[in-house]
């Protein structure tokens, strides 16, 4: 099974700062990566795919890079409704394994 | 527009058996692999089975595997997870998920959720 580590786990940002969400598998995924916005009492909801690809209706300010083992999700200037929790997923081996989350609070 | 709604959760004594269903509507349903992923209270996202577009390959997580099926109908536009030998780390909200294509990918159109409780 691949594992999936988020870092850190709780980001401390204010409105307008640029947020930067590491996610690392303990094996290459190629690019078969997602990552998914979940707020309070909500169900997760698709930002990336294909590690680098905004999903329909993602703002720009939301980004994704990397390949391999190591990826990022960039916010670039952090909106009040962005403050959120944040999961990275891989989808390059069964079972499909998610990062334990980071949580964007406001500082 | 794609909507996903799931039900058949509910509270459960530990080795029973309960039957979850989501009614999917707003795409052609037998063209999309389908997935149900987890969570436990207030703990992260769990990814339990996905069955593909025509039911000829399915997987799912060890977590559950011997005891838990996935399955689908699509003449009902249908998927069901049959839950079978429940323990208390079962209890999560059951996501519905639809996958963007016919074959295993990401996870691109989420349910609400059932939540299912295994508690003596």
């Known amino acids: 099974e691949i594992v999936m580590t988020q870092s850190p786990a709780t980001l401390s940002m204010s409105p307008g700062d640029r947020a930067t969400l590491s996610c690392t598998a303990t094996?290459?995924?190629?690019?078969?990566l997602a990552w998914y916005q979940q707020k309070p009492g909500q169900a997760p909801r698709l930002l990336i795919y294909g590690a680098s690809t905004r999903a329909t209706g993602i703002p720009v300010r939301v980004s994704g890079s990397g390949s391999g083992t190591d990826f990022t999700l960039t916010i670039s200037s952090l909106q009040p409704e962005d403050f959120a929790a944040y999961y990275c997923q891989q989808y390059n081996n069964w079972p499909y394994t998610f990062g334990q989350g980071t949580k964007v609070e406001i500082k | 527009q794609v909507q996903m709604v799931e039900s058949g959760g509910g509270v459960v004594q530990p080795g029973s058996s309960l039957r979850l269903s989501c009614e999917a509507s707003g795409f052609i349903f037998s063209n999309y692999a389908m997935h149900w992923v987890r969570q436990a209270p207030g703990k992260g996202l769990e990814w339990v089975a996905v069955?593909?577009?025509?039911?000829?390959?399915?997987a799912h997580a060890d977590s559950v595997k011997g005891r838990f099926i996935i399955s689908r109908d699509n003449s009902k536009n249908t998927l069901y997870l049959q839950m079978n030998s429940l323990r208390d780390e079962d209890t999560a909200v059951y996501y519905c998920?639809?996958?963007?294509?016919?074959?295993?990918?990401?996870?691109?159109?989420w349910g609400q959720g059932t939540l299912v409780t295994v508690s003596s």
């Open positions: 094996q290459s995924v190629s690019i078969n």
């Open positions: 069955i593909w577009n025509d039911s000829r390959r399915k």
């Open positions: 998920v639809r996958d963007p294509r016919k074959s295993s990918n990401y996870l691109e159109y």
